[in-house]
């Protein structure tokens, strides 16, 4: 079953409401890479906005702003290099 896919337009944009929100629950998504190394990711939202246009099933368009929080691990050794010395000198 295809999708009609929506043109967004700057307009749209600016047109669109800002809509508060509240955090219930981030969770970390992990991953195994086949290189052997652990990735955790966690999406985190900064601001919501609602569009005047609508998807084809009926439901209202969002558009989000967020940042994602990635953590290495697992690496395995021969893919790390040795660690640099820090330029951080404590005064």
Do not use: C, H
Not at 20 to 27: A, H, Q
Not at 76 to 88: D, G, I, M, R
């Amino acid at each position: 079953m295809g999708e009609t896919q929506v043109q967004i337009t700057p307009q749209d944009l600016i047109e669109g409401e800002e809509i508060d929100f509240e955090e219930e629950k981030e969770f970390w998504n992990e991953y195994k890479l086949k290189d052997g190394t652990t990735l955790k990711v966690r999406l985190i939202l900064i601001d919501v906005k609602r569009l005047k246009k609508f998807a084809a099933d009926g439901n209202p368009i969002y558009i989000i702003n967020s940042n994602n929080v990635v953590r290495v691990f697992d690496v395995p050794k021969e893919l790390k290099q040795k660690a640099k010395e820090s330029s951080f000198k404590p005064v």
